[in-house]
């Protein structure tokens, strides 16, 4: 789990300078430079593709999140990776 929020850091990180290069984009653009503007639609694309790993982290943490049981009596947590149940790890 601490490698997904590593990485969710890092999305953040760029997402602060993205959204810097879009604000000095558009402050060119006022200032009347031209061509500046066929930057935008790939910032777009930058945008889209940060939402997009984002979702798939979300997704991540949700299915690492079901996979944890607790099988000893000690109650230390175990990931499985496995579509399996717990009821499926016990012995009989």
């Known amino acids: 789990m601490g490698g997904v929020g590593f990485q ?7 997402s602060f300078f993205a959204v810097k290069f879009h604000r000095t984009i558009l402050q060119l653009a006022r200032q009347g430079v031209e061509d500046i503007s ?3 639609p790939l910032l777009y694309a930058v945008y ?7 979702v798939r982290l979300s997704i ?5 999140s079901t996979l944890i049981f607790y099988e ?3 109650h230390l947590p ?5 579509p ?3 009821e499926q790890y016990t012995e009989p």
């Open 8 to 14: 969710q850091a890092f999305i953040l990180v760029f």
């Open 38 to 40: 066929r930057a935008m």
């Open 48 to 54: 889209a593709v940060l939402l997009l790993i984002t």
């Open 60 to 64: 991540c943490i949700c299915i690492y």
């Open 72 to 74: 000893d009596e000690n």
């Open 78 to 82: 175990t990931v499985r990776i496995c």
């Open 84 to 86: 399996r149940t717990a």
